[in-house]
C-alpha cells in the first residue's frame, strides 16, 4: 500500500490529537496486542511530541489470553489481582489518557468454556466497577481505535493471503477513519461538525419514545427518559477537554429508560462477543427486560452474557446510524465492534452511559429513578438495515420520521 507508513503515522497522531486530545503533563496508558507494537510506538512517539508525561503500556496477545482461558486453575476465573485494580483506579483517578487498540481475533475463544468466560467478566466487573464508573462518566479521556491483525483480516478477507488481507484491512480501517495525507485532522473535524448537527436537530425534539420496524422482524418501542440528551463525536471530560472516544465514530446515541423498552429487535450482523461469533440472533423485550432470547451460532454465549447480573438483561444506549455511512456502504463485515456499529443502527444490552442532564450531580440512586440502567457489562449488538424506519413521538403526541428506509429523514 502507497505511503502505509506516513498513513499510519497520520492515524496515531489523529488518535493522540483528537482522539484523546492528550494534555501537556498528562500521563498515556495503551492497551496493544504485541503484534501491533510498531503502531503502539507510534502512538507513545505522538504522545512524548505533545508533552506526554508517561507512556504506561499493556500489552495483550490472543494465544496466551485463549491458554489462560483453556488451562488456567479453575478457580481464578472468579479472582482478580488486587494489583491490577489498583492500577486502573489510581492512574485513572489522576485523570491519565486511556487508549485501547483492540485487534482481537474474532474467533479466539470459540473452544473456551462460555462459563469461565462468564465467571471472569463477573468477577472482572465487579472489581473494575470504580474505574468503570469514572470511564462513563468521562472523568479521564479514552479512545478506542484498531489495527490490522494476521488472525482478524484473514476471518475478514479469507480469500485473500495474509499479507494481501492486511494491507486490504488497512486500507478499510484508514478510510473508515478518514485518514488522507496532509488532510486527516480537517477531514476529522468536518466529520466530527456533521455529526454534533445530528445531535442538535435531535435534542431540540426532546423525543418522548421511538418505535423501529424493519422486514427482518424488529419492531419494538424505546420510551427515553425524561430530560435525556443525544451525544456523539465528540465528549467533554472532567477537566473541560473534548476527545472522541471511537475511532471510526459515525454514530449519535441516548439512553432508553430501563423499563421503557418493549417488542422484538432482530440483530441485522453477527456480534463478536468474549472471542466467539454470535450470529442469526433476537431478543423478545418485556418492560425493557430481555425475557427470551434465540441465536442461530452461539446462543450459549449470548445467554451468558445476559447474565452477568440483574443489568445485563436491559438495555443501556440506542444508537443511530445512516445505513449510508461510509462503513456501510465499504460492504466489509469487519467482525469487529467498534466497526460494524459504526455500519448499523445498535443498542446494546448492559450499562448506561449518563446521558442525563445533570447526571453528573446526581446519586446513583437518582439516576435509577430516572430511568438509567446500570451493569457491569455494556455489549453493542447491530438491528440497522437499508428499509428500518424510525418514528419518534415528542411529549405533545407528534409523530416526527427520524429514519426513513435506514438514513436520517432529516
Known sequence: MKNLRELQKEYADLVIENGLNLQKGQRLVITCPVEGAY????????????????????WTDDTLTKYHYLYAADEVFDEVNDWDTQMLNTVSEEGAAWLAIASENPENLKDCDPERLRRAQVAGGKARELFRKREQNNEFPWCVCSIPTAAWAKAVFPDLETGDAMERLWEEILRSCRVELGKTEENWKQHIREIQRHVEVLNAYNFKSLRYMNSIGTDVTVELPEGHFWSGGSEKAKSGIFFSPNIPTEEVFTLPRKNGVNGVLVASKPLCHNGVIIDGFWFRVSEGKIVEVHAERGEDVLKNAISVDEGASYFGECALVPYDSPISRSGVLFLNTLFDENASC?????????????AEKMSEEELTEKGMNNSITHVDFMIGTSDLNIVGTTYNGKEIAVFENGNFAF
Open 39 to 58: 503502531f503502539a510506538r507510534l502512538c507513545a512517539k505522538s504522545a512524548y511530541e505533545a508533552g506526554c508525561k508517561d507512556v504506561l503500556m499493556r
Open 346 to 358: 445498535h443498542f446494546a444490552f448492559g450499562a448506561a452511559y449518563p446521558c442525563i442532564y445533570g
